[in-house]
């Protein structure tokens, strides 16, 4: 599933070429898309006219503010929150692109200048729908911190690992504590850590939480740098790969020689998730 790097990609692609631009029509392929108790038909209407703002990312979502007609200084009316989940991907074109990787329409929005905003998904995992300013707002305060942002310290780490018992894997994912991390991107911050996933969060001591603060910003950005990872499914707008497959320690490299002492990668299941580790170096 994408984490903060590839959502935060897809925002970077798609904001200058989406702002200013007004819907003139909506297309919804699968109606499971739309989520939030709206049908594709109201979906589609309270969309229609709409112009996009600027494109913000919050956690794993994409936001769309929708406003006015007149243009993207007013106020906003709607934000149109995606979740791209495993294999949502977009492009922008004037015609569907042709490409093996983008044939199971999900959304196209036509827009004023030509083009379409496509969004494909062969397994309709991933879906849209619209909220209220005050609604998101609501919704977006029962998430924990952005972990690039300046209120993510070693500090505020300290505070919202202290009191966990649960396995140090376990609460990097818990979007309630720490915004946007998933599975590829703790498995590698623990291993640069030298901090075992199985460890009771509450457990670390002080100069192991500021290795974790410093190992999960520096996997975070050097991630984002590379467009995030593409293992199999994932790929920014109009079908870009990313990169940070390469510079992988640990994930999905179970029996691998481990980068710092050459013993075997290990895998085990957390949560119903696989983490990857060295038992040696993370011990």
């Not at 149109?80 to 959304?107: I, K, N, W």
């Not at 520096?218 to 994932?234: F, I, K, M, N």
């Not at 980068?259 to 170096?281: D, E, K, T």
């Amino acid at each position: 599933m994408p984490e903060l790097p590839e959502v935060e990609t897809m925002r970077r692609d798609l904001a200058p070429l989406l702002r200013g631009r007004r819907i003139r029509r909506t297309r919804v392929h699968h109606d499971d898309l739309i989520l939030g108790g709206l049908s594709a038909r109201s979906f589609s209407r309270a969309v229609f006219g709409r112009t996009f703002g600027d494109a913000d990312r919050r956690a794993k979502y994409l936001l769309f503010p929708l406003h006015a007609a007149d243009g993207p200084d007013g106020p906003v009316e709607r934000l149109m929150r995606v979740q791209v989940r495993m294999t949502g991907r977009f492009a922008l074109a004037p015609q569907r692109p042709d490409s093996a990787e983008f044939r199971h329409p999900g959304l196209d929005f036509e827009l004023d200048d030509g083009r379409t905003l496509f969004y494909d998904d062969v397994r309709r995992l991933g879906g849209f729908d619209l909220l209220t300013p005050e609604a998101w707002r609501a919704r977006e305060a029962a998430l924990g911190p952005e972990p690039l942002g300046r209120t993510f310290t070693a500090a505020r780490l300290t505070r919202i690992v202290a009191p966990l018992r649960a396995p140090i894997k376990n609460a990097l994912l818990d979007q309630r504590r720490v915004a946007g991390i998933g599975n590829i991107y703790a498995s590698e911050a623990l291993y640069r850590a030298r901090i075992d996933p199985r460890r009771p969060a509450g457990s670390l001591d002080a100069e192991e939480v500021r290795r974790l603060h410093r190992a999960v910003r520096a996997v975070l950005r050097e991630a984002l740098e590379s467009a995030g990872t593409t293992l199999r499914d994932y790929r920014a707008v109009n079908g870009r790969s990313g990169s940070f497959q390469t510079r992988l320690d640990v994930y999905q490299r179970e029996g691998v020689a481990c980068p710092a002492c050459a013993r075997p990668i290990r895998r085990i299941v957390q949560a119903g998730r696989s983490s990857f580790f060295c038992a040696s170096c993370q011990s």
